[in-house]
């Protein structure tokens, strides 16, 4: 199994679809981050679990929705997205605490979103 | 504003040269440096980091210098080979009680010619 898988890899939907993306990492990690990638732009940092509690919410349209059930999942549910919604997303993790050095991210490969 | 900032969206080398990529930010609170380098259709893959209490990271073909003042830092890749053509990103961390922040740069398109 590779580190950190995402499903799906490809998803179009429609404005008032609601929808689910889901990651899961096998590295023993315990942080996981949802990441957006837009044309032309930064990495944006949407959400972080840290031992499966929230611990950062970067001003996220309500539309994106975290769940994250176990430290090995992570899932972003979708619902009346926009066309500028339309990016790819990166689900990551990484090893925070004392020993773990500085918590390098790992990412998947991520799921490209068109919303029509 | 953007906090990193890499301001060469692509860059394109000869075969066996030497590839440069630039990154600067703004927050001097940053200790923490890393690049990141991503194919088509991946994710982005942990290439090489630097602490802010060092001024220079080699590992094989690929340095990383930081240069503290400037507040910028550099990714050397000799040397270049066409496996190497890849979008490259920097990112950097400040201390985040808690979890790790990282603040990423738009990315830097490199293709090494054959």
């Known amino acids: 199994e590779t580190g950190v898988t995402q499903t799906p890899r490809h998803l179009v939907m429609g404005m008032t679809n609601k929808k689910s993306l889901k990651c899961e990492q096998h590295l023993g990690h315990n942080a996981m981050y949802w990441y957006k990638q837009s044309a032309k732009k930064p990495l944006e940092l949407m959400f972080v679990y840290s031992l499966e509690e929230r611990v950062e919410n970067n001003s996220v349209p309500s539309r994106f929705s975290p769940e994250c059930p176990n430290s090995s999942h992570l899932f972003l549910h979708l619902h009346t997205l926009q066309p500028e919604d339309s990016a790819l997303y990166l689900c990551a993790s990484s090893q925070l605490g004392p020993d773990s050095g500085t918590g390098e991210l790992f990412f998947g490969e991520g799921s490209r979103l068109t919303v029509l | 504003d953007q906090q990193v900032k890499q301001n060469s969206p692509s860059l394109s080398v000869q075969e066996g040269r030497i590839s440069i990529l630039n990154c600067d930010y703004t927050?001097?609170?940053?200790?923490?440096f890393l690049w990141y380098k991503k194919y088509p259709a991946e994710g982005p893959t942990f290439l090489i980091s630097?602490?802010?209490?060092?001024d220079k990271n080699e590992d094989g073909r690929f340095t990383v210098f930081l240069n503290k003042s400037a507040k910028h830092l550099s990714l050397h890749i000799v040397p270049s080979q066409p496996g190497d053509s890849a979008v490259y990103f920097c990112a950097a961390s400040c201390p985040t009680p808690g979890t790790y922040k990282y603040i990423f740069g738009t990315g830097t398109r490199l293709k090494v010619l054959a």
């Open positions: 630097i602490s802010s209490i060092k």
């Open positions: 927050n001097s609170m940053f200790d923490y």
